[in-house]
T-cell receptor, first 115, second 113 residues
Framework: GAGVSQSPSNKVTEKGKDVELRCDPI?????LYWYRQSLGQGLEFLIY????????KSGLPSDRFSAERTGGSVSTLTIQRTQQEDSAVYLC?????????????FGPGTRLTVL | GENVEQHPSTLSVQEGDSAVIKCTYS??????FPWYKQELGKRPQLIID?????GEKKDQRIAVTLNKTAKHFSLHITETQPEDSAVYFC????????????FGRGTSLIVHP
């Protein structure tokens, strides 16, 4: 079946603008995660959704970052008043999160460049 | 919270040699340990995982070992090939808990032909 998809694949924006990144998880996956990966770095956890609720927002770096998930499916990550340090690849992943199937399936990522 | 340390950060081997990447974790309650491979410009993909009720798991040229007492687990790649060149990430999480994995910082493996 279809994997995790993300859009756009690339986004170039000017400092101070708002951006919205989209993630379509694998159908039936209840858990959804957002990560940030800077060039040559590891995976920085941002936020986790179980269904439509976000029990853990501890990774969001500032109040300029927010995320929502509707219908237990699509999620959007919004970055307001973007800064140059926000430039990174934003990865989304989903999993069944039912105890036995904890494998995370990653999307291709959105490469964000803030000029 | 969980803390995962991964070593080495870079590993260079000759084709045909073995490669070993090690991770340690801090939370003894963690019980699921996946390994992801990320090729340049691509998404991370699961290559092998192990649960805390087993000590070793193999899949062709790759294997993972787990020492619960010492709280460390390792990825072993035998007969390395140039296409094994990638960044490898380990992770630890409590299956049935928060479902949020803690990732290591990654190991860049370079296999020279």
């Amino acid at each position: 079946g279809a994997g995790v998809s993300q859009s756009p694949s690339n986004k170039v924006t000017e400092k101070g603008k708002d951006v919205e990144l989209r993630c379509d998880p694998i159908s039936g996956h209840t858990a959804l995660y957002w990560y940030r990966q800077s060039l040559g770095q590891g995976l920085e956890f941002l936020i986790y959704f179980q269904g439509n609720s976000a029990p853990d927002k501890s990774g969001l770096p500032s109040d300029r970052f927010s995320a929502e998930r509707t219908g237990g499916s699509v999620s959007t990550l919004t970055i307001q008043r973007t800064q140059q340090e926000d430039s990174a690849v934003y990865l989304c992943a989903s999993s069944l999160a039912q105890g036995a199937g904890d494998t995370q399936y990653f999307g291709p990522g959105t490469r964000l460049t803030v000029l | 919270g969980e803390n995962v340390e991964q070593h080495p950060s870079t590993l260079s081997v000759q084709e045909g040699d073995s490669a070993v990447i090690k991770c340690t974790y801090s939370d003894s309650a963690s019980n699921y340990f996946p390994w992801y491979k990320q090729e340049l410009g691509k998404r991370p993909q699961l290559i092998i995982d192990i649960r805390s009720n087993v000590g070793e798991k193999k899949d062709q040229r790759i294997a993972v070992t787990l020492n619960k007492t010492a709280k460390h687990f390792s990825l072993h790649i035998t007969e390395t090939q140039p296409e094994d060149s990638a960044v490898y990430f380990c992770a630890a999480l409590l299956s049935g808990g928060s479902y949020i994995p803690t990732f290591g910082r990654g190991t860049s493996l370079i296999v020279h032909p």
